[in-house]
């Protein structure tokens, strides 16, 4: 029943919150557009030129890829992770809390079901913008073919949508910004760290590399990664639904999970 009340409280008016956020988005493009332009430069100077120094190739599939091409489309995969999550995690609840501009949307025709669905959509976007600023560098510096670059941009906003939703799900239960530092700390970051964004999850002990295939991040960077080296196959397309899976999930509990917060 109570998914049955959130589906038909959504409509095309969450076109209007996600246009809402692109046009403050353009008016502030240039402090939006930088840092994810420097962010896969520092990443593939620090880890790609300065570690890859150090650790020549990587075996991946059977073959010896260099570590600055292996490290790339994890890279790129972290990204869209970022993006999406704190899109909807620290600046929704901004304004929400602090800006006011839900409580100012829904003073119009939209519900609140639209507002949130328009808000994990835009985050969804943000990771796309993202990947595809990272994935022109990383087609540039000739690491990630074009063709494998155009065909992961769907799978961008994909994934977006998951950890868009997946934002959502923590803004709705968090007392204030601050708290946001758990999820950060205590899911984020080890994501980053242990999703096979810089060695291969073969390395890791067995019980580790269970866990780490549970990660949604790690089905992300497989899925990218196998795109990216050609090497793509049955298991990144399971790992693929997963993360449609993940994203379906995540947007229905953000919603209901919103809707009970700010009915409060």
């Known amino acids: 029943m109570i998914m049955k009340a959130i589906l038909k409280n959504c409509s095309w008016r969450a076109w209007r919150v996600w246009q809402r956020?692109?046009?403050?988005?353009?008016?502030?493009?240039?402090?939006?557009?930088?840092?994810p332009l420097l962010e896969p430069l520092l990443y593939l100077l620090a880890f790609g030129v300065g570690l890859g120094s150090l650790v020549k190739d990587v075996q991946f599939e059977g073959a010896a890829v260099p570590y600055l091409t292996f490290i790339a489309p994890g890279l790129v995969?972290?990204?869209?992770?970022n993006h999406g999550f704190f899109e909807t995690t620290y600046a929704s609840f901004v304004r929400m809390y602090?800006?006011?501009?839900?409580?100012?949307?829904l003073s119009t025709p939209l519900s609140l079901e639209d507002v949130i669905l328009?808000?994990?959509?835009?985050?969804?976007?943000?990771s796309l913008f993202a990947g595809a600023i990272m994935l022109a560098i990383a087609v540039a510096w000739g690491l990630i073919p074009l063709a494998a670059a155009l065909a992961i941009?769907?799978?961008?906003?994909?994934?977006?949508?998951?950890f868009s939703g997946l934002g959502m799900c923590f803004?709705?239960?968090?007392?204030?910004?601050?708290?946001?530092?758990?999820?950060?700390?205590?899911?984020i970051t080890p994501m980053f760290l242990f999703s096979g964004v810089f060695f291969p999850l073969t390395s890791l002990?067995?019980?580790?590399?269970?866990?780490?295939?549970?990660?949604?991040?790690?089905?992300?960077?497989?899925?990218v990664r196998g795109l990216a080296l050609g090497k793509f196959h049955s298991l990144q397309a399971f790992q693929l639904i997963g993360l449609l899976a993940i994203a379906v999930v995540c947007t229905y509990l953000g919603i209901a999970g919103m809707k009970k917060r700010m009915l409060r």
Do not use: C
């Not at 956020?21 to 840092?35: G, L």
């Not at 803004?171 to 899911?187: C, D, G, Q, R």
């Open 21 to 35: 956020n692109f046009d403050v988005y353009r008016q502030t493009w240039k402090i939006n557009f930088i840092p």
């Open 77 to 81: 995969a972290t990204a869209i992770m």
């Open 98 to 105: 602090y800006q006011k501009t839900f409580a100012a949307i």
């Open 118 to 126: 328009g808000e994990i959509a835009w985050g969804a976007t943000k």
């Open 153 to 162: 941009l769907p799978v961008a906003f994909l994934a977006g949508l998951a």
């Open 171 to 187: 803004t709705a239960v968090v007392k204030n910004i601050e708290m946001f530092n758990f999820p950060v700390f205590l899911f």
């Open 205 to 223: 002990p067995g019980w580790a590399q269970h866990l780490a295939n549970a990660l949604p991040l790690t089905f992300l960077v497989s899925a």
